[in-house]
């Protein structure tokens, strides 16, 4: 049996309260229905009766109430434009992000060192050429020491141009060393190997001028030069009297020989350079006089 009521208002008496139906009941409101009244407060509101519709953003407070266990699983980066959420919220691993368009980013340009000239220098200071790319008016230049990691500031850097800087240095302790270059804006660059060597150069330890005096037609024994850190040696000026060898070994070397050819008196000039691993060299100027003696004398008179 169906009944309907109408009626302008329901007041409840003072102090109670009106209930519409009871457990089982339905109760519908019908399409079209308008709930009005300034004092109308939905208090206890179930999230699970609202299955449609949407609730105006002036029904929402400035700062939402922390939410407990509130499961968001589609939502949308737009429809964040304000407020926070917990670390806790994000996974341990970001995941890829596709079709992401950055574009406030400011471009990096990296400069690059491709070689230095020279490779190898003493503990003197020195001026060394980096050539590379995207070198920007002026950068700072330091020296890494391979084994230490010590670094050392250029003594002055001249700027060429973008692929071209001229960096002094003064490095007093022997070694390798990285290179490393960094542009006003923070860009750098560190070379990928040890690519300056500091070597001093090789030391003569044996005077110069003199090694003796020989009579022709006589062994010289062996006369021996010296000279630290040097690998090699060779005759580069001059001549070795006649029948005399120079043999070259790491840091010492020696003149051998019988000598032979001489028709009178003669000093004989040459120069002998010294090269170390590095490929540094040092020269030293010596001479080998040869005699004749009485019985030399006689056999040329004949």
């Known amino acids: 049996m169906t009944s309907i009521l109408k009626v302008n208002s329901i007041q409840p008496q003072s102090g109670t309260t009106i209930t519409f139906g009871s457990s089982g009941d339905t109760i519908t409101i019908s399409a079209g229905v308008t709930w009005s009244g300034s004092g109308a407060s939905l208090t206890s509101l179930n999230a699970t009766q609202l299955t449609s519709g949407t609730v105006p953003d002036a029904r929402f407070p400035a700062t939402l109430p922390a939410a407990s266990g509130l499961n968001l699983t589609a939502l949308n ?137 020989f009579e022709a037609g006589a062994s010289v024994g062996t006369i021996t030069i010296t000279c630290t850190d040097a690998t090699s040696f060779a005759r580069t000026s001059g001549a070795l009297p006649g029948g005399l060898t120079l043999n070259t070994a790491a840091t010492n070397a020696t003149i051998t020989g019988t000598e032979s050819g001489a028709t009178q008196p003669t000093t004989y000039n040459f120069t002998i350079t010294a090269t170390d691993a590095q490929g540094q060299t040092a020269d030293r100027a010596f001479s080998i006089a040869i005699t004749l003696g009485i019985n030399n004398s006689a056999r040329l008179e004949q």
Request: cysteine-free; glycine content about 8%; charged content about 10%.
């Open 77 to 213: 980066a737009t429809q964040l434009t304000s407020g926070t959420l917990p670390d806790a919220r994000f996974p341990a691993t970001l995941p890829a992000i596709s079709g992401a368009n950055l574009t406030n980013l400011p471009a990096e340009t990296k400069p690059t060192i491709s070689s230095i000239t020279p490779s190898v220098v003493t503990n003197a200071q020195t001026a060394i050429t980096i050539t590379g790319t995207n070198f920007v008016n002026t950068p700072y230049v330091d020296a890494i020491n391979s084994s230490t990691g010590a670094i050392i500031q250029a003594d002055s850097v001249a700027f060429s141009g973008a692929t071209s800087i001229v960096a002094t240095f003064t490095l007093a302790v022997d070694g390798t060393y990285f290179l490393r270059v960094e542009n006003n804006d923070g860009n750098a660059v560190r070379s990928g190997t040890a690519i300056l060597t500091v070597s001093d150069v090789p030391a003569w330890v044996t005077g110069a001028g003199s090694l003796g005096t």
